[in-house]
Every structure is written in C-alpha cells, then in structure tokens.
C-alpha cells in the first residue's frame, strides 16, 4: 500500500485523496489485491493477534448481548496502529430499528428507507457547530449500551459509558469522506464501529491528511476499536462492495439470531422485521459507531465551540458527488469519532 501511494502522488496531491480517488472509480474498476482482508484470519507482516481480557467479559454477560464468549474472539490489530482492534464475525442481530420498504414487484417512488442516510443517537451532533450539547439529547438505547460496554471492557476499556451513536445507511454507490473525528470531549475513551450487511472498503490514515492510508475491508459482522494513539487519525469509505461469498449478508439470511435467555438485552425480531432486516442489508450497509462524549466529571462548556480541522464526515449517495472537502447535503452527513482500531470476531 505504501508502494502504491508514493507512486500516485504527484502534482502535490495527498496521498489519501489519490487512494480514495483510486478506490472510489467505476471505470476501469480498481485492483483490490492491496486490500487487508481479515476474514482469511491469517497474521502477517501487517496483521497481528490483539490481546483481549476475557475475566474483563463473562460467559452470561457476553451471551445476554448476543456475544460469543471473549475467549472465542477472533481479535486481530494493525502493525503501525497502536490501538486498533477488530474483531470480525456476528454480533448477534442487526440493529432493532427496522423500517419497511415497500413489496417487492414493479418499480415504486423512493420510500423513507431508500432516503434514508444517518440516524443519531443519544448525544444528537450539530453539523453546523461540529459540537454536542446536553439540551440535544434523547435516552441513549439501553441494549446497544449493553453490547459496546461489554465490547470495550474485554478491549481493555472498563466502565465505558456509551453517550452518542450514529447510523449510517450505505447504498451500492456511496461513500463517506476523508475525515477525522475530535467533537467528543473525551478523546481518551475508544469509538466503537459495527459493520452490517455489504462490504466496505475503508481507509486509515495517520494524524496529517497527506500520510497515507491502508487499505481494509469491512465485513457484515465486525466491529472495529479505535482508542489511544490511532483515536485522532484520518478516516474514509471509498467505496461499497459485495459481501462475500457464503456470508449470511451475501445470500440474504442477514445476521444469525442470538440464542435467548433469561435477562437478555437483545430483543428478538419478528419475522416480518427479521425479513425487512435481511431484504435492506443483503443490497446495502449499515454501520453504527458508538462514543462516549464526556469524561468522569467533565460537562459541556457553556458556549461550545466548534472544530475547524475535521472535514464533515459524509455519505455521498451519488458517486459523481465529491465525497470529501464540501458540506454536501444534510440528509447524508455525520461526524464520527475514533479510538485505536481493534477488528475481532465476536
């Protein structure tokens, strides 16, 4: 990937922007060999097991979140990376809010769900001021708290206090813009990211925009960490892919039911929204990130103020649209944050 970044940039151009651009064309279609794929499970000179703390997780609290046992992730970080986690395999369910499109059959107008781009949880961001406030904010969902804290203390993150969320719906054309994420108050706390249903590519650069970024993908099923020295750094999706072959998301089973059992935290779907669930995320991606705002102690400051150096994170539903470097519209944009990036199979 390096290799390949040296030799795009030219006419004083960043590195990130050439390798976003590269993965993002259409016409001809980009080379995928230099993409990290951690679903082949396979350490290498850039892939390397991460340690997680199954006493910080028990066997019930895992499985009361729809978790296999911490001592059955499959937990690998990046060389370089410090901090990065990513587990890779099923979370258990989708996310519980499910809306429904219309029956299948001749073509319909736009629904609510094909509009559909970013839902914000908890602490809601101002895109305007790039800040959070305690007068925007609704009851942070209690069974989404459950599963990132339980994720963040076998992550080396106890008392983890999940405060904000954002969902962003992914058609097959869109993209998130180069960015980085600083709103939250407390930088010292990890950002959590839950992939479901089509692949992505993304992209993680280092603390200046110029460095360039590596390559990996995003399967149905992981979830990344991001905390300590890799929380600041610049962050894309070029580009959505096909989930791959033989994958719950390929086929259209969507994720696995979790099994239930007395005090479980994950309410179980019916069949009608199970099918919903499934229909939207075997042609789409969603991706839930999760952050604590506030540090022990810490509250909002009386007058906020806003964050210059981030770009607006961005979901372009048009891949003709710029996916970094405007505004772009309302409907289709987040900001995000980032801790050091873990990938683990949970």
């Not at 960043?14 to 001809?28: L, S, T, V």
């Not at 059955?72 to 258990?92: A, K, N, S």
């Not at 110029?210 to 610049?234: E, F, I, K, W």
């Not at 770009?311 to 900001?335: F, I, L, V, W, Y």
């Amino acid at each position: 990937m390096a290799k390949m970044a040296a030799s795009m940039v030219e006419g004083g151009e960043d590195a990130f922007r050439k390798i976003f651009k590269f993965y993002k064309r259409r016409n001809p279609p980009p080379d995928f060999s230099d993409v990290i794929d951690f679903s082949k499970r396979v350490p290498g000179d850039q892939v390397v097991p991460a340690a997680v703390d199954p006493g910080g997780v028990s066997d019930v609290e895992a499985a009361r979140v729809g978790l296999q046992p911490v001592r059955d992730w499959r937990v690998f970080g990046l060389q370089g990376f410090p901090g990065t986690h990513r587990t890779g395999g099923e979370t258990g369910s989708c996310p519980t809010t499910v809306l429904h499109g219309p029956p299948s059959g001749k073509t319909q107008p736009k629904t609510l769900l094909d509009r559909l781009r970013w839902v914000t949880l908890g602490y809601h961001y101002n895109w305007d001021t790039k800040t959070y406030s305690a007068n925007h904010h609704t009851p942070f969902p209690a069974d989404l708290h459950s599963l990132s804290s339980r994720i963040a203390s076998a992550c080396g993150f106890p008392g983890f206090n999940a405060e904000a969320g954002i969902l962003n719906y992914y058609r097959s054309d869109s993209s998130l813009g180069i960015h980085v994420d600083e709103s939250e108050l407390d930088h010292s706390r990890p950002l959590l990211s839950f992939s479901f249903g089509k692949s992505a590519i993304f992209l993680l650069g280092g603390t200046r925009r110029q460095d360039p970024p590596t390559a990996m993908y995003m399967h149905s099923g992981d979830v990344m960490v991001m905390s300590g020295q890799s929380r600041l750094l610049y962050h894309a999706v070029p580009r959505i892919v096909a989930a791959p072959q033989g994958s719950p998301a390929s086929d259209g089973r969507g994720p696995a039911s979790p099994l239930q059992q007395d005090g479980s935290a994950v309410e179980p779907l019916s069949e009608q929204d199970r099918d919903a669930c499934s229909g939207y995320t075997h042609s789409s991606r969603v991706n839930v990130t999760v952050r604590q705002v506030l540090g022990p102690g810490q509250s909002f400051p009386e007058t906020p103020s806003s964050h210059q150096r981030t770009d607006a994170e961005q979901t372009e539903g048009r891949h003709d649209r710029p996916a970094e470097g405007e505004r772009g519209k309302r409907s289709r944009g987040r900001s995000s944050s980032c801790d050091s990036v873990d990938t683990a199979e949970t």
